[in-house]
C-alpha cells in the first residue's frame, strides 16, 4: 500500500512564504517523477510544477521565480517552496508521484497525497 503524506500549510499573509513537504512510504520500488498540484474552489486541479529523476522541473506560469520544486533522496521527500505568496495562490495542494512498486515498468503508476490547504490572506 503507497501513501503520499502531505505537510506544511496553513495560513499566511499576502508576500509571506510556506514549505510543504510530501513524503511517500510503502511499497516503493522506485519514483521517477514528482509534482505538486492545487485546486481553488471552484476551480479544476492545475499543475504547479513538477520535476524529473534527473532534476528537470518545470513551473506553471503563475508561480514561476516564486515557487521552487526539489526533492530530498535521502530523506525519501519531495518539497513546495512558496514565496511572494498571493491570494490568488489559495487552494488545496497536491503532491503525486509517478513510481514503480517492483522492479518492472509495468508496477509504475500515479499515486496522490490527500492535499493540504494554503490560504493567504490580502
Known amino acids: 500500500q503507497v501513501q503520499l503524506v502531505e505537510s506544511g500549510g496553513g495560513l499566511v499573509q499576502a508576500g509571506g512564504s510556506l514549505r510543504l513537504s510530501c513524503v511517500p512510504s510503502?511499497?516503493?520500488?522506485?519514483?521517477?517523477?514528482v509534482g505538486w498540484y492545487r485546486q481553488a474552489p471552484g476551480k479544476q486541479r492545475e499543475l504547479v510544477a513538477t520535476i524529473t529523476s534527473g532534476g528537470s522541473t518545470n513551473y506553471a506560469d503563475s508561480v514561476k521565480g516564486r515557487f521552487t520544486i526539489s526533492r530530498d533522496y535521502a530523506k525519501n521527500t519531495m518539497y513546495l517552496q512558496m514565496n511572494s505568496l498571493k491570494p490568488e495562490d489559495t487552494a488545496v495542494y497536491y503532491c503525486?508521484?509517478?513510481?514503480?512498486?517492483?522492479?518492472?515498468?509495468?508496477?509504475?503508476?500515479?499515486?496522490w497525497g490527500q492535499g493540504t490547504q494554503v490560504t493567504v490572506s490580502s
Open positions: 503525486s508521484a509517478d513510481l514503480r512498486t517492483t522492479p518492472s515498468l509495468a508496477s509504475r503508476a500515479s499515486y
Open positions: 510503502g511499497n516503493i520500488f522506485s519514483i521517477d517523477g
